[in-house]
RNA sequence: GGCCUGAUGGCGGAGUGGUGACGCAGCGGACUGCAAAUCCGCGCACCCGAGUUCGAUUCUCGGUCAGGCCUCCA
C-alpha cells in the first residue's frame, strides 16, 4: 500500500516517502485567535486530521509529529483587545478554548504541538538576526523586510515570477521596499499595540515568519508535509519557503510535500469572513452532531470545492444513519477483527479520497446486513476499524440515534415503549397505534422487531 | 491584466479510452397488524465545438460558464 499524495509544487501525486519513517513530520498552518471559526476554517484541520490519522495508521502512532500554530498576535487581535478593554491574552485563550473544543467535537485529534506566536518570539527573532546577517534581509524605517531577490526560486510554489507581481501590483508599494514583493519580518508596534524588543527595534512579528520559526523549532527542516487552504499558497507559503530556506543554509529543502485544500463554497462563493458570508462551527455544532458536520466536510476529496448547504449536513447524517443502523441491527454480532479495510485504506492513500472510501464503507455495511454469521462478524470488526481510522462510528448506535435527549425523557419514551410493546403482543393494535402517536408526538419514531422495538429521534434534538 | 482550478444524473459525489462507483431522493416488488428499516429490482448524467482514435464523459485544441489567487483570508 503506497501512500500518494498530490503535491502544489510538482502539480501532480507523487509517493509519499518521508525523510525518516521513525519521525514523519507535519505543519498546518492554524487559526488566528480572534472570533469564531466558520466551517470553511475547520475543512483543513479535518483534512489534515485524516492524514494525520493514516500517517499513524501507517507509521505508528508515535512516529508522526503534528504541529499547528495559533497566530496570536495580530491586527484584528489588537483591534478587538481595545474594544473589550483588555489585553490581548484575554483574547487569544478564549477564542483558542473555543477553537479547540469545537474541533473537538469534529473529531480532530489535537495535533502534537500547537505552538503560539507570543511563545515563539525568541525564535522569531534569531531567524530574522540570521537573515539579515545573510543578507537574505534588510531593516528600512522601523522594519525589517525579506529581499525577495535573495531567493532565486522565490514564485516556484504559486506559479508566478517577480516581473509578474510587479506588473500585477494592484496595491501600493511602500516606498521603503527594494522589491514591491518583498516582505516585512518584523515591524514597530503602533501605540497600545504588544510589543517585544528586538536587536532591530522594538516591534513585533510580520505575518509569515512565526510559521518559518516554529517548523524550525519543532520539527526541523526539511518537513515531510506542510498543509493549508488553498488561498495561503501565495503570499503564505512562497514567503514562508523563501524566509525558511535562507535562514537556513544547510537545509536541503522546506516542505517535501506542499498540501492545499480547496474551499467551502456559500452559493458558489468562497466562504470568507471578510465577505460575511459564514457558517460558524461553533453555531453548528449547537445543531447537528459533530460526527455529521466531519462527514459533510469530507464528503468531497479535499482539493475540490465544496459547496455548504443544509443538505449536505442533512444527507451526512442520512448517510450515517444508514451505517449506525447497519451496525444497530447488528448488536448482537461479535465484531471480529480490528483491521480497516483493504480498500477503504487504499482509497484513503489515493491522495486521501475520502468519497471512495465512503462507498467502501457501505460495502462492508452491505456485507454486514445480508452475509452469514462468520462474514457478518468479519464485516462488523472491518466497518467499526475502519471507521475508526478517520473518526468516525465509534458512538453506540443507540446514542446515535437518541440524539441528546435528557435521561427524564429517554425513561418516560423507554416506558412508552414497554406499555407498546405489551400491546402488540397482545394484539391490541388500537393501543399500540396510541402509542405509536404519542411517541410521534415526542418527535419519536419506533421500529419494531421480532422481540421488542428501538426508537430514533425523527428530527435532530 | 497575469497565474490557477473546476464544469458528471433530481441532489451530493468518485472514476474511467470501450460492460458508465457510491450515497440521498424517486419508482416497482418482497417482508410487514400499522410504521420504519432491511432485501431484490428499475430509471436518470458526463458544458459546447473541433481534433486524435475502431471507439472519448475520459486525451488535445478552441470556446462558454463558474470559482480562486495576485490585498487579510482555511
Known sequence: MTL???????????????????????????PTVYNYAHIGNARPVVVFDVLYRVLRHIYGEGHVLYAANVTDVDDRINQKAVEEG??????????????????AVLGALRPTFQPRATETIDAIVAMIGRLVAAGA???????????????????????????????????????YKRHPADFVLWKPSKAGEPVWDGPFGPGRPGW??????????????????????ADLIFPHHENEMAQGLCADHGATGYANYWMHNGFLNMDAEKMSKSLGNVALVHDLVAKAPGEALRWALL?????????????VVAQARAALDSLYGALRRAADVVAVGDTPSEAFLEAL?????????YAELFAIAKRLETGDGVERALAKGELLASGALI???????????HGGVDVALAARIDALIARRVEARAARDWASADAIRAELTALNVEVMDNATGATWRLKEPA
Not at 499524495?5 to 509519499?16: E, G, I, Q, S, W
Not at 522594519?143 to 509578474?164: C, E
Not at 464528503?299 to 443538505?311: C, E
Not at 492513500?349 to 472510501?357: E, F, H, R, W
Open 137 to 175: 534581509a534588510y531593516a528600512a524605517e522601523g522594519h525589517v523586510l525579506f529581499d525577495t531577490q535573495a531567493y532565486a526560486d522565490y514564485g516556484k510554489l504559486s506559479g508566478r515570477s517577480l516581473d509578474d507581481m510587479i506588473a500585477g501590483a494592484r496595491v501600493d508599494v511602500a516606498p
Open 4 to 30: 500518494t499524495l498530490y503535491d502544489t509544487m510538482a502539480r501532480a501525486k507523487r509517493p509519499f516517502v518521508p525523510v525518516n519513517p521513525q519521525r514523519v513530520t507535519m505543519y498546518v498552518c492554524g
Open 391 to 401: 473518526g468516525f462510528l465509534q458512538a453506540d448506535p443507540e446514542t446515535w440515534f
Open 208 to 229: 509569515h515568519i512565526e510559521c518559518s520559526a516554529m517548523i524550525e523549532q519543532a520539527l526541523g527542516l526539511p518537513i515531510d508535509i506542510h498543509g493549508g487552504g
Open 86 to 103: 483588555v489585553g490581548i491574552r484575554v483574547i487569544t485563550d478564549r477564542y483558542l478554548a473555543v477553537y479547540n473544543a469545537d474541533m
Open 349 to 357: 492513500c489515493d491522495d486521501l479520497n475520502t468519497p471512495k472510501a
Open 299 to 311: 464528503s468531497s476529496q479535499y482539493r475540490q470545492p465544496l459547496a455548504w448547504t443544509d443538505d
